[in-house]
DNA sequence: AAATGGCATTGATCTAAATCAATTTTATTT
DNA sequence: AAATAAAATTGATTTAGATCAATGCCATTT
């Protein structure tokens, strides 16, 4: 149940297994089926939850209805409402199950005891947080200046995963396209080739 | 000369007089005059600026020439490319001066002995990349599922020192727009009032 | 003060992607 | 296996914003 867990942590820093053993007493496991929710927009996030297996989505629902995908969490992940989990403030995002997953849950206050006792841990999280951080500068830039056929390409090439175990109509929304301009989109490079 | 940094640090973390005395230890002040460049596309990202005093822009260049602007920086604020400085690969960036400015430069190997003989400096880095991260999320989706017209008003609404310091065109490349159609969307905003 | 070059504005036209609508294909549920 | 629902495809039409082009406006520099 922490394999994945251990997998991430070990890739950042280096943990005693004594280390690693008190590490799990801070996270409570949880399996959710598919299409169960994690978080509701407008509840507080209580829970940053790490991703043993499985998949997950989390996305805001607009004034018209739309829902906009805003991650997608897979098997080594981390998903949560950062500024709903650190602040406490209403979650602007619904997190919720593409496929059966298993999660393992840390609280805020539990995390800040973690780091607190284990200052690896802390290392851990802000080497997590300068990668994610990374990867949202490029996605803004792909955001406000490609195409559609550009963004499409980049991420079948970047995040082979996504293309792999998502529907289509939830990547058309990550990408922030319509599932009919992806449709055409994916004709369109399927006829050059 | 660290009046912003130490104002910075310490909305985060307490620290000792001696420590702050140690911390400006690790970093080389700099001044830059307007339109100089700290960093050019291509090159390796040396330093983390802290900005004391000024406004920087980062931005990427497309294969048609046409700048990107992916970030600007304030007083407070820190700029560099995260990418670049962390694994000393090639920057995709150029970071140029808007303003002459004043800038407290930490490279790489200064910070990680700085995080590791203050470890209350490692938290005040993890603290700001959080709420970096949280404003990065917001700005996504802004650019994904937004009007022109939301996307100038919501940056009016929280960042009113971009509006007030920084060139027209400018804001237009930093939200994804033209310089023509930032100009006709807030003609109709001003007739609507 | 005149001159130069970068900015902002305004208009006309074009285009990538959205919207609306219908059909086919693929998954779920009973 | 049949029925139902959800997803993907395809076509016709609309539209927000880009592009192209011209003019006026400041702000540096001389």
């Known amino acids: 149940m ?5 997998k991430s942590i070990g890739e950042k820093v280096a943990l005693t297994t004594e280390e690693f053993e008190l590490c799990k007493t801070f996270f409570i496991p949880k399996k959710i089926r598919k299409k169960q929710t994690l978080l509701l927009e407008g509840d507080i996030c209580t829970y940053n939850a790490f991703i043993e297996k499985g998949v997950l989505r989390s996305y805001t629902i607009d004034d018209k209805g739309n829902e906009h995908i805003v991650q997608f969490g897979f098997e080594g992940w981390w998903v949560t409402d950062l500024s709903s989990y650190l602040t406490g403030a ?3 995002y619904t997190i919720e ?4 997953s298993e999660l393992l849950l840390l609280t805020a206050s539990a ?3 973690l780091m607190i006792q284990l200052p690896a841990f802390e290392r851990y999280q ?3 947080l300068q990668n994610a ?7 803004i830039n792909s955001a406000l200046n490609e195409t559609a ?8 090439a970047s995040y082979t ?3 792999a175990r998502v529907p289509q109509h939830m990547v058309a929304s990550y990408l922030g396209l319509t599932p009919e301009t992806l449709s055409r989109v994916r004709k369109q490079i399927s006829l050059r080739k």
Do not use: C, M, P, V
């Open 2 to 6: 922490y394999e994945q867990l251990a």
């Open 90 to 92: 209403n979650s602007i």
């Open 97 to 100: 199950a593409i496929e059966d």
């Open 111 to 113: 995390r800040e005891e």
């Open 126 to 128: 802000r080497l997590l």
């Open 133 to 139: 951080y990374i990867a949202l500068q490029t996605r």
């Open 149 to 156: 056929e550009e963004k499409y390409l980049k991420l079948t």
């Open 161 to 163: 995963n996504i293309i």
